[in-house]
């Protein structure tokens, strides 16, 4: 199956977005970028690719975002501010790399504020991919061979984290429905189930139906 659609998946850790996107790109016949970005944006901009990963969806050090976020390291905040611009840099270097493959035809991207970064876009469908707490604890247990209170603790902060990444960049809420076209709970349609639906909502939008 084909697509005209360039489409974005926010997840929470552990609700299998990564694996729904890419079960969803092969369905389709269209390419997957998920830790693929960083490569990319490293290429174009002449950044390690180390450099992207230490940023990637990680809040901002920014001194503005140090206090939006209520931070009172005045002395920390002053003493690293070259740091600061090169996190903002990154941003704006990966934003330009999801531009230019955004712009080479359909294809299914995977966090890094995508959904914001191309909503101008016509042709985009964003995505959230979401499931319970306990379901997502129990599946990072055995991905990552955690107990469950280091799993949950794990799993809690990096929602925040991405959370707090996607808010600030976007000044959007990462948590809240209204911020993308569809929510979708892998933890009741399981992976599958979840990569079917959302293929079928892209069918259902290629065909035109929200201008009948």
């Known amino acids: 199956m084909k697509t005209n659609r360039v489409?974005?998946?926010?997840?929470?850790?552990?609700?299998?977005?990564?694996?729904?996107?890419?079960?969803?790109?092969?369905?389709l016949e269209i390419p997957f970028y998920d830790k693929e970005l960083l490569v990319e944006a490293a290429r174009q901009s002449g950044f390690s690719r180390e450099a992207f990963e230490a940023a990637d969806e990680k809040p901002t050090n920014s001194f503005l975002y140090s206090l939006s976020m209520g931070s009172?390291?005045?002395?920390?905040?002053?003493?690293?501010?070259?740091?600061?611009?090169t996190?903002?840099?990154?941003?704006?270097?990966?934003?330009?790399?999801?531009?230019?493959?955004?712009?080479e035809g359909p294809c299914v991207i995977v966090g890094?504020?995508?959904d914001y970064v191309l909503r101008d876009r016509g042709d985009l469908l964003s995505i959230f991919v979401h499931a319970a707490?306990?379901?997502?604890?129990?599946?990072?247990?055995?991905?990552?061979?955690?107990?469950?209170?280091?799993?949950?603790?794990?799993?809690?902060?990096?929602d925040k984290?991405?959370?707090?990444?996607?808010?600030?960049?976007?000044?959007?809420?990462?948590?809240?429905?209204?911020s993308y076209d569809f929510c979708i709970d892998a933890g009741k349609?399981?992976?599958?189930?979840?990569?079917?639906?959302?293929?079928e909502i892209v069918r259902l939008a290629d065909l035109g139906y929200p201008e009948a």
Do not use: P
């Open 133 to 158: 707490l306990d379901i997502r604890v129990k599946r990072i247990m055995k991905l990552q061979n955690l107990s469950e209170d280091k799993a949950r603790a794990y799993v809690v902060k990096a």
């Open 7 to 27: 489409i974005t998946l926010s997840r929470q850790l552990g609700s299998g977005g990564h694996e729904i996107g890419k079960l969803l790109a092969e369905r």
């Open 72 to 85: 009172h390291m005045m002395t920390s905040t002053y003493t690293d501010y070259s740091q600061f611009l």
């Open 189 to 199: 349609l399981g992976i599958r189930g979840a990569e079917r639906m959302i293929e």
């Open 87 to 103: 996190n903002d840099q990154l941003f704006l270097k990966q934003a330009e790399a999801i531009r230019r493959i955004a712009g």
């Open 161 to 178: 984290k991405r959370g707090n990444y996607y808010n600030f960049y976007t000044g959007k809420d990462w948590s809240r429905a209204d």
């Open 112 to 114: 890094r504020c995508a």
